[in-house]
Each structure stands twice: as C-alpha cells, then as structure tokens.
C-alpha cells in the first residue's frame, strides 16, 4: 500500500484516537487484553512502514505501562529500525518519540549508557527543528536523571538547569496553558531534587518548591501537589527540619499509596525510616527500614534505589546500636544492590561505611563479585576448594545450560578505527552482557579472548525455566548489539559493526577444582560444555545454535529452524537455529477490554 504523505498524517492521528480511546488501567492480563484490541483497530496501518513504525510505538507504551521493558525495547528497536533512514520532515517527531523511550527503557533495565546514548540523539534532533523545541524540557529531565546514575553531577545540574528555562519559556507564553504550567511545576520539583541529592541546599530550593506548589494547587493537579510535598518533605530532612519531616513523610505514605504511586509511597517510607534514625528512634527506625526492604522485593526493577538506601539506613541503625557485624552485612548488601544497579555513589558510599568497621574486610565491596556471592552455584563453589589433605579431587556432578558467547569483527574494527574508542565500546558492550546474564540468573564464569562462557545452573534435574533463562539471554544479548552498533556509528563513526556468535548446550557436566598447591581454579567441565562451544563457533552472526536438549525444553516457546552441522568428533549433529520468543497467536476475548473515552 501506498500513501501520500498528507494521507499518512492523517492515519496517524486516527491510530493515535484509537490509542486514546482505551484507558490503560487493571492487571496486567487486563492491559494486553486492551493492547490485542488495540491491534485489532490498527491492524491494516501495519502495511505501511511509516505507520507500523507508529503503531509500534504505541504498543510500546502497553508494555511499559506493565513493566515488560525488553518487549517494549524491542517494539522500539523495529519502529526506529522502519523510519531511521527517511528524511522527510514529519517522521522527525517520531524518532524525537522513540529515542525518548527507548531512553526510558533502558534506564529502567539499569542500562544507563544506552539510555544517555539515545536521549543524547533526542535533544539533537530536537534542537534543529523548532516545532521539536516542545520535547526538550522532558528530554533535559529525562538527561539529568540519567547523569545523576552515572554520578555525572555537575552534567545533571547543567541538564536540571536547561530544563528548568526551556519549561519556564513555555509556561510564560502562555500562563493560562495548564499542560506547560504542570510540566514546569515538575521542573522546578526535578530541579530542586537533582541540587539536592549533588549537596547543594539553600533558599532557592525551597522557593522552586514553593512555586511548584503553587502551580498545582492553582491547576489542581492532586499528583503534582503530592509529588512537590514529598520532595520538601526530602529537602526539609536534609536541611535538618526533622519535625516537619517526620510528619510530612508519615501523612505523604498513605497518600501515595492511594494515587497507585507505589515508588513515591515507598520513598516517603523511607524518608520516615530515617528521621526515626537521626532522632534517635532506633527501634522504629529499624522496624519501618525492614518494612520498606519487604514492600520492594515484589516491586524488583522499579525500587532497586530505595531498598539499597533501606539496606544503608539499617547498617547506619545498627552501627550506631554497636552491633557491628549486622551493620557491615547491611552495607554490604546496600553495596551489592549498587553493583547490580550500576550506581557508583551507592557502592563508593556503602564501602566508605564499611571501612569504619573493618578497613580491610571492607574491599570485599568493591570485588565485581559481590553481586554473585548471595547465588546458589557461588554457595556452591565457596564450599568446594583444593585439599592437601585428600588425594581425591573435588568435584560435583550436576544439570546446567552453557553458553558461550564470541565477539566477531573486533580485531577488524580496531584496524579501521580509533583504537582506544573501540575497546571503550567493546567495554561496555561486555558490561552490558554481563548485567543481561546476572538478571537471567546466569554465571559468567571466564572471559576468552573476546568472548566468555556462562552457566546457568539447574540442580539435579533438568529446568525449563533455566533453558528459557539462557536463550532469552542470547536474545537480549543480541539485541544489545544492536544498539552498540548504532553508537559505533553515530558516535565515532565507525563503518564496520561488531557481531556475535551464540552457542548453547543442555546437559550434565562437572563443577570442579583443576591445578595443585600452586594453581587451582574452579571450572565446569563436560560434554554439553564441549558442545556449546562448537555451537558457539558455527553459529551465524544474527542467531543463536542451540543443540537438542535445549530445543526439547524450549520448543514451545521459541520460533526456530533445524540444521544438521558435522562436528570434529561428534559427526552429524541435529541442532536448531533460534530466530526469536514465540508470541502468542490467539490473544483473548476482546469484547472485555475497557474502551472508556478520555476526557
């Protein structure tokens, strides 16, 4: 199908009122109900590029609303995959659109490099179009927060700042305008927060503050107002006003909770958590800090700051009880969730802690290994170790999925290119699929060369789940790429794009210790491990191999097509090229998806 551009437009405003038809609340089973009408209603748009790119769009936001941020990544990647190359004029809005959430997706999955990489790509293409300049004040914010988690402190006050004028530009052309007054009403709250949390606290916060709420209490914004409260009941705390504080905090919990702002309502938990502290309320302070780590256990991706800050404020608590060994767990564990995050100023803080109890003990919290020291297979290794009393080596026999992961095109790229900026990338290409590999519960157990091997643990069975862990893994992983590729080539211009190859096998193999008294090191040895790199070096450089085992305990759930390879010892091998997750096919009843018309 072909369309003109004004017939485009005006597709895009008719998938744009379906979009708004529905109302984005329920469960999460209720929500995709809503997204399967919703594309039922857009379903002849997705003929053309263009508007598949924007439906796609839309879809994103279902899955973001219900926190399935890889999917929406995905949805993202194939809409700005239709439309990066076109030039025309009108698409510009919707890459603006797409960079600013893929921005949001990876910052929610703690990819914070990715996230300043494409919003980076959003101000400039918002700056160089003036009917763009609307999306720079969300674009700033959005910056600044992502500076702040990469501890770019004077970045995220410059980007505060920006924010701040551009919003306040919009809201004095028109005054009236309640959507540019509560966009700059939550500048000046970001504002406030950002000299905040940097260490900066004077009048200008609590004038800023003072403005935002005066905007939303004129517009009667409930939630502007609630969020504004909360962070000067922040800034009061830190300005040492515990009293109005405490009170604020306690009265702001229940508030939030019933607005559905579950993060806001944990935060202010926690604001009260630590008054109780610094008033010396240990026993409260303690009660209300566990509190706070059991609400946001079920929240997981979404709260990870605030229960690192808990974890912190009970080792603070029991430090100051004179109970030593508790305090430095505590601080340890605030430190591992910073690893896990990838926040700096938690890790650097939790160990500044830790060293006034025990200076050498405390650079076990700076060890890369920390994050993995609480896992079942790290347990497992901490208990096997070289003996010099037993002639017998140590081993364990168990089920497991390795996969192996190589790094094509590497030494090309660093010929053709600035040497130090591709190893820069590499990095963080590396650091990426480390973070990919911990959240799927996997073990990187070597680096080789431009590659490693991780394992995914089962037990004394064989487990589905696992399986699926280790190939969703490969499928991020790839994705990953994707966008490391786009940044080789925006950013330092690089021709030539990096690759992957994927090797997965299922099976028994053997955890145990190699070497003597000079040398010992743990590995996995096996079969399946064998096997999983072979697959690993015939594999192409878009798809994973994965051999028969792994197929069997995943058929259902991937898309995928067999190949018989010839293996060096092995001969003629059945092994099955994965092509992406299955989707489901039927989706349910529509006729129960909520289509209340917004105001």
Known sequence: MILSVPQIQTKIKEIDAVFHSFQLEGSTREILEILACFEKKTVESIEVMELNAVVKWYKSLFFQKVFLFQRAEELLDEA??????????????????????????HRAQWNYQDAEFYLTGALELAKSLPELHKFLGEIYSSLSQVSLLLSQHHQASRYAIHEKKVCLEHYQSAPSEKNNAIIYAYALINYSRIRRLIGVLDHENEENLREAAEISSIFSNEKCSIICALETAEFKFAARQMGEALDMALSLESSLKSQGLIKEALQAGLLAAKVYGEILDYELAEVKFNEIIQ????????????????????????????QEQRAY?????????????????????????????????????????LAYQDAAFVRNRLSRSFSPFKSSRIRTRLFATTLFVDIVGFSSLMKMSDESLTIQMVDEFIDRMSLIIYQYNGYIDKFLGDGFMAIFEHGNHISSKKVMDAICSGIDIYRALK????????????????????????GEIFAMILGNYIKTEFTYLGNSVNLASKLESRASNQYMLIDEETWLQAKDRIVSEPEDIIIPGLGKTSVHKVLRLARMNKRPDLSAAKTQKTQ
Do not use: P
Request: proline share 0%.
């Open 295 to 322: 609400q946001s256990q079920a929240q997981h991706l979404k709260v990870g700051e605030i229960a690192a800050d808990a974890y912190y404020g009970l080792g603070q608590i029991c430090y100051r009880m004179d």
């Open 483 to 506: 966008h490391k590729n786009r940044k080789l080539g925006a950013v330092y211009g690089a021709d030539t794009k990096i690759n992957v190859r994927i090797g997965i096998s299922t």
């Open 80 to 105: 700005l995959d239709a439309i990066d190359g076109k030039k025309e004029q009108y698409l510009c809005r919707w890459k603006v659109k797409i960079y600013i959430s893929l921005g949001y997706v």
């Open 329 to 369: 767990d505590f601080f340890r564990q605030s430190a591992r969730m910073g690893m896990v995050l990838g926040i700096k100023d938690i890790i650097i803080r939790s160990f500044e802690a830790a060293r006034t109890i025990d200076k050498y003990k405390a650079r076990e919290l700076l060890s890369s290994s």
